[in-house]
């Protein structure tokens, strides 16, 4: 499982295309959605949520990269019982899967200063 240390956030690496099948991905497309329909209803009520969606929006679409952020389960405990439940339903079929890989293609670049 993920480091539960509440200072440090872990990721985990997956192959999406291992994982999700088309209609799976189009339930995590309208989980998104979901989400993005509770910020727009609280728009008006509370402005400074707009760091919690951002990082929430963030963190739904990084699965479609192949990465799990760890404290994704917690930020859903934050939003309607519809949208928690179907984050939830997506962390536990990666989590089953057990599809973990190393990060592979990453390329470095050394900046070099030419001036």
Known sequence: MFNNNPNKMSVKFFNRHEVFTPELLDYHADTISKVEMIKFKQRDINDGNKPFFKSILNKLNGIYDGVL????????????????????????????????????????FNVVNSL
Do not use: C
């Open 69 to 108: 952020y760890s404290d994704l389960i917690e930020l859903a405990d934050n939003l309607t019982i519809d949208a928690k439940m179907r984050i939830y339903g997506t962390i536990a079929l990666i989590e089953s899967s057990n599809p973990y890989t190393k990060p592979s293609g990453i390329v470095h």
